[in-house]
């Protein structure tokens, strides 16, 4: 059996030697991580050399340096250059590889991953069939092969407005009209928030709704916990992306616990991009989870902020006291949380319990 340290507060911590490999023995499930922020920096130096797109950046070591920043305006605008050099379907390819490889390195065996069309859309060289067709038949090939369950939402992205939004939508009902695919589990509402409010987008989650997709958004990362109240009662979302500004409206904070909707946690997200969180010692999921909301652990873009998710799983028990029992409710709330159907989440939890039982 790994060891424990028994602290001052009554708690078991696993002894630091043994955090580690405690977590990556764990399997665990992703459910906010956006595809093109996961690729690596390896295949964006490939793209840009393929297409000539920046003579400037020499090698791989370059795009790190490229893609440091201080703020979620920063983050967007990187994000925006990463998905620039996506121009044909094969391109497309290095995502299905890079997020395999991901999950691999992290012991993730189910992920649910953002992808945002409407950059590549808006260039005009690739069709939305031409996006989609090289993920769900190269995820679908990981998954029969026996590697991770890999999913898709779809971004509908409040960065360029309602109509935009509801053209992705349109989209994305016509493409799942014409291929028989469980890979594709609903919709997201990302990009910038502020100035972007949840209400605009219900007509679009209305219809997705109807037609039986599932339904995300990000709210509470840069704007008040009126964002996040938007979005479970106007958008009816399922699931918060982030949720950071709920710590300030102990009303809603009930709200979500009463329905039980999961806050997709992202915290060195959160703490990199600075709008309520500038230490990770201060991010207030050990709060939420104290007073029983459902939170996830999540890492949001892994390259943009240099974290995997069994980096956040060490941070927060080093940083923020969460212990071995408060470890394993993250990973089952990751179950619980995924849009999984009950066989396949008994499933997980039957993995997950075979594995503790591996460590004694």
């Given at each position: 059996?790994?060891?424990?340290?028994y602290?001052q507060s009554g708690?078991?911590?696993?002894?630091p030697?043994?955090?580690s490999d405690f977590?990556?023995?764990l399997p665990k499930t992703e459910i906010h991580?956006h595809?093109?922020a996961?690729?690596s920096?390896?295949?964006?130096f490939?793209?840009?050399?393929?297409?000539?797109a920046?003579?400037s950046?020499?090698?791989?070591?370059?795009?790190?340096?490229?893609?440091?920043m201080?703020?979620?305006?920063?983050?967007?605008?990187?994000?925006?250059?990463?998905q620039?050099?996506f121009?044909?379907?094969?391109?497309?390819?290095?995502?299905?590889s890079?997020v395999?490889d991901?999950?691999?390195?992290n012991?993730?065996?189910?992920?649910?991953?953002?992808v945002?069309?409407s950059?590549?859309?808006?260039?005009?060289?690739v069709?939305?069939a031409g996006?989609?067709d090289?993920?769900?038949?190269?995820?679908?090939?990981?998954?029969a092969a026996?590697?991770p369950d890999?999913?898709?939402?779809v971004?509908?992205?409040r960065?360029?407005?309602?109509?935009?939004?509801?053209?992705n939508?349109?989209?994305l009902?016509?493409?799942?009209s014409?291929?028989s695919?469980d890979?594709?589990?609903?919709i997201?509402?990302g990009?910038?928030?502020?100035?972007n409010?949840?209400?605009v987008?219900?007509?679009?989650?209305r219809a997705a709704k109807?037609?039986?997709l599932?339904?995300?958004?990000h709210?509470?990362?840069e704007?008040?916990?009126?964002s996040?109240?938007?979005?479970?009662?106007e958008?009816?979302?399922e699931?918060i992306?982030?949720?950071?500004?709920?710590?300030?409206?102990?009303?809603?904070?009930d709200?979500?616990?009463?329905?039980?909707?999961?806050?997709?946690?992202?915290?060195?997200s959160?703490?990199?991009?600075?709008?309520?969180?500038?230490?990770?010692?201060?991010h207030?999921?050990?709060?939420f989870?104290?007073?029983?909301?459902?939170v996830?652990?999540?890492t949001d873009?892994?390259?943009?902020f240099?974290v995997?998710?069994?980096?956040?799983?060490?941070?927060v028990e080093?940083r923020l006291?969460?212990g071995r029992?408060?470890?394993l409710?993250?990973?089952?709330?990751?179950?619980?949380?995924a849009?999984?159907d009950?066989?396949a989440?008994?499933?997980a939890y039957?993995a997950?319990?075979?594995?503790?039982?591996?460590?004694?």
């Amino acid at each position: 059996m790994k060891s424990l340290d028994y602290n001052q507060s009554g708690a078991f911590h696993m002894a630091p030697r043994n955090v580690s490999d405690f977590i990556h023995s764990l399997p665990k499930t992703e459910i906010h991580i956006h595809a093109e922020a996961t690729v690596s920096f390896d295949s964006y130096f490939a793209l840009n050399s393929k297409y000539g797109a920046d003579p400037s950046l020499k090698n791989p070591a370059d795009f790190r340096k490229l893609l440091k920043m201080d703020s979620l305006e920063t983050m967007i605008k990187n994000f925006f250059y990463l998905q620039s050099l996506f121009r044909s379907p094969e391109d497309f390819l290095y995502i299905v590889s890079d997020v395999r490889d991901y999950a691999l390195r992290n012991t993730i065996s189910y992920l649910e991953l953002f992808v945002a069309p409407s950059m590549v859309l808006r260039r005009g060289e690739v069709d939305f069939a031409g996006i989609m067709d090289p993920l769900v038949e190269g995820f679908a090939a990981v998954a029969a092969a026996g590697g991770p369950d890999i999913r898709i939402l779809v971004d509908v992205s409040r960065a360029f407005g309602f109509d935009n939004a509801a053209h992705n939508l349109s989209l994305l009902l016509d493409y799942l009209s014409k291929r028989s695919t469980d890979r594709v589990l609903g919709i997201g509402l990302g990009g910038q928030e502020a100035g972007n409010p949840c209400r605009v987008y219900k007509d679009v989650f209305r219809a997705a709704k109807q037609t039986g997709l599932h339904v995300v958004a990000h709210a509470g990362e840069e704007v008040g916990p009126e964002s996040i109240r938007e979005a479970v009662l106007e958008l009816g979302a399922e699931r918060i992306g982030h949720g950071t500004s709920a710590i300030q409206d102990p009303a809603l904070m009930d709200l979500l616990k009463e329905r039980s909707i999961p806050l997709e946690i992202c915290p060195t997200s959160n703490v990199v991009t600075g709008k309520y969180v500038r230490r990770y010692e201060d991010h207030p999921i050990r709060q939420f989870y104290d007073r029983g909301l459902v939170v996830t652990l999540n890492t949001d873009d892994p390259v943009l902020f240099d974290v995997e998710l069994e980096d956040e799983y060490a941070s927060v028990e080093r940083r923020l006291g969460f212990g071995r029992e408060a470890v394993l409710d993250l990973v089952r709330n990751g179950i619980r949380a995924a849009f999984m159907d009950d066989a396949a989440k008994a499933r997980a939890y039957e993995a997950l319990d075979r594995a503790l039982a591996a460590l004694g």
